[in-house]
Every structure is written in C-alpha cells, then in structure tokens.
C-alpha cells in the first residue's frame, strides 16, 4: 500500500502497484490496464452495499464509467501530488476546467475569470457558457484583490485563475485571491497545469479547486489526454463529480495506465526539463535580438518573488520577446531544427509556438506592442544542442 505521507517521489515510486495473487504471492510491479464495462458484484448484499458507499459520495469500483483499481490508483497520485481530499479523473485538461464551470454554476450565475487563462476557454464560454445563462467576466490578472473585489456582483460565484498565465507566465498571488473569495463567499479555481503538484500546490495555498492536464507533464510523452480535478471540500467536489457523471466521461484504462507509467518518473524529467530552461533563458538574456523574457523563476521575472515564495521550482516552459518583424519571427520559428511547432507541451521534447497577436491582445499584462512572442517548452534535449539549434535560427532570422 502506498503511504502519502512520504516525500512525493517515494510515493510515486511505489503506488499502483499490483496486489499479490492471494495464492501464489506473487505480483508483477506494475497494477496492469484494468479494462472494464461493468463490474460484476458476488451477491445482492455486496451491489448494494457498493451503492451505499457510492451514495455516501465513496469511490468503490461499480460501473464501467466509474473505472476500476488503475483509474482509482491514479486518483491518489492526483490528491497526493495536490494535497486534495478528493480527485475526479477526466478525459483531458479542458474536460476538466469544463466540468468546474458546469458542476459549480447555473443560469444567472456570475463568473470572474483571468484573462491569462488557456485560450479554449475563451471558446468554451462563447459556444457553451453564454447560450446557459451563465456570464463571464474576464479580470487583467494584474488586478489587486481590491480592484477585483469591485467586479463582484451578488450572483458571482466563482473565482477562476490560472499562475502562472498560460502565455506571459505571470504569477498571481493565491493565498490574498483564496482570502477575498473566503471573505465573499466564492470558490476560487486553478488551473494547476504549470505547476502539475510537483513545483506548485494551490490547494495548500487557500484554493478550493485545483485542475491539472494530465496531458502534459504528468503523461509526460506526448501520447495521451487526461485530466483531474482535485478538492477537498467534500460538497463542493460532489458537485462537479456528480456533473461528470451525468454527462457521462469516460477514460479509457490504457491512458489512464500510460499516465502511471509517466507520473513516476515526473520529478526526475521536471528538474531536468527545469534545468535545461533555466540554462537556456540564460543563453537568450545574452542574445541581442531578445527584448524580454518570460519566466518567473528567472530572477529579473516581475513575478520572481511571488514564485520564490509559493512555488518549489519551475518546469521547461518560457517566452521571449523578439525584436523581430512578423517575417523575422516565421523564419525564427521555421529555422528552428529540434523543436516541433506545436501547442501541447510537457512531454520530453521540445516545442515552439509562435503566438498570434489576437491571442496576445486578450492578455492586460502584454505590454510590448508588436514585438513578436515565442513560446518555448524546452524539453529534455541536450542544452548544448539545443542553444546551437536556436542561435542558427536567430541568426537566420535576420535574413528575412
Ligand atoms: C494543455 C492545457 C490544458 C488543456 O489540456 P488538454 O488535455 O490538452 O485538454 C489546460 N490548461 C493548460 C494550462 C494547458 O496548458
């Protein structure tokens, strides 16, 4: 049995583990892929008592959609990585941040969102939120808590954030935003994605509600989505997951096995990815076509106190500003060799994304006008390579 007590990368090494055979006591390592559509129960007495226990808000395996031991152990990885009571898998991150807003506010209900949140959600409010009666008003994540606390209406309920931001990594302060909404009765919500439980935990912070992706860095290999939401309030988390429930997600039990598979080798691939950015930012603040970068564990980040104090460490994520045209930034981002352009980052490789100036516009704290902003996720390449991949590119750039 596993034991959260103990540091986290000894829990991880040792949960989801198989039981022994009663028999033969012998066990493989590794719980295997518990596959299932339904259950099969021994007698009547045993069904019911299941139900009861379900009722009482209990995770007993009794139905497909409910999942087995592999689903259940990755469960309290989550709440032993975030520090919850409760967790509730999902089919990705945006199922997950989805499943907040609809388990927790109905019709005439009143949101405040940061703008710095993953941009989908923007989507999610126009096409689902709006046409549910439900309304959205999006804060700059600079905001005081006093400046946010005059956007609160009487039929505001939930505060959601995301630290740090999805593109800038700004860094918002948890425990004064868990204070206003304590005071005025919200629920404040993050999306703990950056952070996965490992190098941040919102919910020791004062957050009720903490989302990850498990698609990013507790997958870690770019092969799976996954989701979870982790509470430990009990009434607030039967909310959502009983929301989950009714609309019926699933996961399947191979991804949620793969996600095992990745998590317990989280720590050791979040140093090194940590490592290598933090090697790499170095390098940038050299190179004179960097106007600023975006990291807050970088010591000259607005956000690096806030971060020495709530965070444990950081990951391979960064932005830098380019003093580059839009020409320039393309052929920056073409010219690169060894990163993938793409969105989905957290796995062991590295990735580029060029952000569009409408997805900059949403954000108050984009403060450099037309400078181009590139996204790194730097992976788990050699920093040697990788800072010879981008001077090239750098150097190319200019020829546009
Ligand atoms: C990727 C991401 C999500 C969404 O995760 P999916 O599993 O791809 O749906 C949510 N929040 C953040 C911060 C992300 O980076």
Redesign the pocket.
Known sequence: MSDSSKHISTFLAHSGAAPFNPETGVAPVNLPPMRASTVRFRDLDKLEHVQRRRAEGGRPASYGIYGMDTHIALEDIFKALEDGEHCALQP??????AMVFLGLLSAGDHALVADC??G?IYEFNNAVLKRMGIEVTYFPSSATPDELEKLIRPNTRLLYI?TPG?LLFQMMDIPALAELANRRGLVLAT?N??GSGYIYRPLQLGAHIS?I????YIAGHSDL???AVVARDHGLFQRIARTQYAVGNSISADDVWLALRGVRTMPLRMEQHAKHAMTICDFLSRRPEVSRLYNPAWPQDPGHALWQRDCTGTNGMLAVSLKFTPAQARRFVESLTLFGIG????GYESLVQLVTPAELARHAYWSEGDLALVRLHIGLEDPRDVIADLTQALEAAKEA
């Open positions: 990705s991150g945006l199922a997950s941040i949140v993953y989908p995301e999805s999306d994605t950056w989302v992706a498990g698609t990013k989505m996954l989701g969105f989905s980052w957290g």
